[in-house]
């Protein structure tokens, strides 16, 4: 396909929308035209970096701006089809759809460019902030594969609380012991009691021990970060 495939069957949309429609006028691949109304439109046969920086350039020239691209032979959406439209919202750029069925050509506009209403999502940001300041240290650089293992804060917290317990041998602590010892008071006896992990058993009301899965794992842990206990601020 190619972008040239595009034209024709987005022109006669708008010609039925009483736009004047006209190609390649000073680099936009397509400008319609009705009344005062003037809408620019940039195609191509798929989503690009290019196509993006065209079309934020030609919000100098007008308000309405599209971006039009094909949907993929044997695909309903765009891929990444949300994270598109989150981008395309703040550079107040719309976004036009072709979807080529055996007959005929389906126009579907499905953004129009409006204008972007920066709203902070406070709540994610703080989460953010929670996490960075529940860290022990920093295991991670940024940038790792999504398949690598995250040792979250929460995690940290696992791994400290899973040091004092198997520190103890087989003498059960409570919360209250481990906070003494140096863990999370507030978060000390959600870790315990939610188990996440399964590293820990109750053996009786508010005392807990280190299971064999939570020895094995603390041992693997150890073994792939040799600086855990530093790390976790146990040395």
Known sequence: MKEEDLYTPL???LE???YTVQGEVHECDM???KGEDVVIIELKTRITTTLLIQAARRKEICDSVYIAVPIPPGKSVLPNYKGLKILL???EVGLILLRFLKTKTRVEIVLHPVKFEQRMRRKKQQNILREINSRYSEFHKGGIPTSKERITAYKQEALRIAFFLNQSSFEPLSPGELKKKGTNPEKTQQILSRNVYGW???IERGKYVLNPAGKEAFSRYQKDYPDLLEKL???
Request: aromatic share 12%; glycine share 0%; no cysteine.
């Open 16 to 18: 039925n929308q009483d």
């Open 11 to 13: 022109k006669k949309y």
């Open 31 to 33: 400008v319609a035209v």
């Open 89 to 91: 919202k703040r550079l």
């Open 200 to 202: 820990f058993d109750r």
């Open 233 to 235: 601020k146990l040395s």
